[in-house]
């Protein structure tokens, strides 16, 4: 059995799910950082938010640790490389809380356009100012995207509605989609008419948008972080804000938060350029709430319960820490061709194969003596399905364990293209590898192509 200390509260779901798997939890919502290392070796999995950083020091003490959940986003409050090297299992829920913050960055923008939050309160006030709140619709305009992560992915699926172009810089290769081109930030910079900020806390987003970075973009711009307050000097942003460099900001976080992103009016002093901030009408603040729904506090939640369980259950909810296996087998080899069903009869006639609509199925038996198939299929030659590859060819790979070999590979910053899909025959996932070819991973049901 696994033994868990929860030392932040979060949705009951997650303790019940836990439990449910057999998990044993524990919570100390109170105690010190030092209090909870002298206790932590008797724990396997402990499940944090942002109340303390847990460093070497934390990890040396907790000898049987296995896994470190952080209901949220990133892991930043945590020493990801020393924790890798231990061997403990990191394990966070971007997937609990996109959404939320796609439709808060959305919302805030809208907001600021129409100048909602200034009218509202004139009119509390008693005055009716017509022309003075006239607004500017969104559609038309450029929205460049700086992180193409989940929650970049999510607030470009929002836009799509908007009849706006969509663009996005990122500093891994091949991720834009269906919803969004990547661009180099040249490119980024000179085209956007609003900014939006979807990057991890890391030394690369770390005061990213400063005075160089916001001269550097050939129009004003609008910028909304519903990110990190870190990658934003905000000297710089309201020196650019009063000289309409910047023509308006969605901030729904600032450098002044402490770590665990608590009352920043606890401060003695606050910086003059958040006094300006606060009293600007061209900038909204939220109080680090994006992504702080009633339904992602359930989703962030079961989030980490799934996760828990992929890594460490069976199907029979036994415990079992599982040796990960990786690529099993080839499950298909695919490639593009001016007349997939021309070639497909040649390979009929000439090479016997028993082709269909799919191309050929070729059965063989595993280790154990269960039927397995591997795949070979002709694809037209303006097929998109490779993208973003550029190749001419996509392997297919078996795998055991889809969603946890995903996310071991996204923890080791390899690419992943798109989400999971589902079908009879077994769960799929995309990758590039570091020459950007694309790859089809496949958990198969092999039975379903009887």
Known sequence: MLKVLHIDTNHQVLKDGLEKLGCI????????????????????????????KIDKQFINAAKNLKFIARVGAGLESIDVEYAAEKGIHLISAPEGNRNAVSEQALGMILSLFNNIKKADLEIRSGKWLREANRGVELEGKTVGLIGYGNMGKAFAKKLRGFDVEVICYDIKDGVGDENCTQVSLEELQEKTDVLSLHTPFNKLSHEMVNEDFINKF???????????????VTNHLVNALISKKVLGACLDVLEYEKGSFENLFENETLPKAFDYLIKADNVLLSPHVAGWTVESKVRLAQTIVDKVETIFYSEGKELQQKELKKVTGIGGLFFKTKDPKAIKEWYKNHLGFNVDDWGCTFWWKDKKGNEASTQWSPFKSDTDYFNPSKKDYMFNYRVDNLEALLEKLNNEGVTIVGEIQKYEYGKFGWILDLEGNKIELWEPIDAAFK
């Open 25 to 52: 939890c524990s919570e100390d919502y109170t105690s010190s950082k030092t209090e909870i290392e002298q206790k932590i070796s008797k724990y396997n999995g402990i499940v944090i938010r942002s109340r303390f």
């Open 218 to 232: 050939s129009k004003p711009f609008y910028l909304i972080n519903t990110a990190r307050g870190s990658a934003v």
